[in-house]
């Protein structure tokens, strides 16, 4: 089992930034995404932004004002966003995806969310 423990959600004002992370725990042999999705009200989870150990992805909507970076030795994904609209206001979800051993196979975990609100 993996947990994922997330943080750095809240009130930010339009215009304003924000640090959301996550930290993974668990016996983990290796990670080999880590993300972050989110969830507004009324419509399905979307991808925000992922990270493999060499490649990075962002949604359209992100893109430009969002970085993406993690520590694979402390298996912690980071999402830093700026220039905040009132549509970046969701429950934000981490996802990582994860092996137990060498050459097992992978597995899905999501954190509990945090939520984000923009809002002036």
């Known amino acids: 089992q993996v947990q994922l423990v997330e943080s750095g959600g809240g009130l930010v004002q339009p215009g304003g930034s924000l640090r959301l992370s996550c930290a993974a725990s668990g016996s983990i042999f290796k990670i080999n995404l880590m993300g972050w999705y989110r969830q507004a009200p009324g419509k399905q989870r979307e991808l925000v932004a992922v990270i493999t150990s060499g490649t990075t992805n962002y949604a359209d909507s992100v893109k430009g004002r969002s970085t993406i970076s993690r520590d694979n030795a402390k298996n912690t994904v980071w999402l830093e966003m700026s220039s905040l609209k009132p549509e970046d206001t969701a429950v934000y979800y981490c996802?990582?995806?994860?092996?137990?051993?060498?050459?097992?196979?992978?597995?899905?975990?999501w954190g509990q969310g945090t939520q984000v609100t923009v809002f002036s």
């Open positions: 996802k990582a995806i994860a092996q137990f051993r060498d050459g097992g196979p992978e597995y899905q975990y």
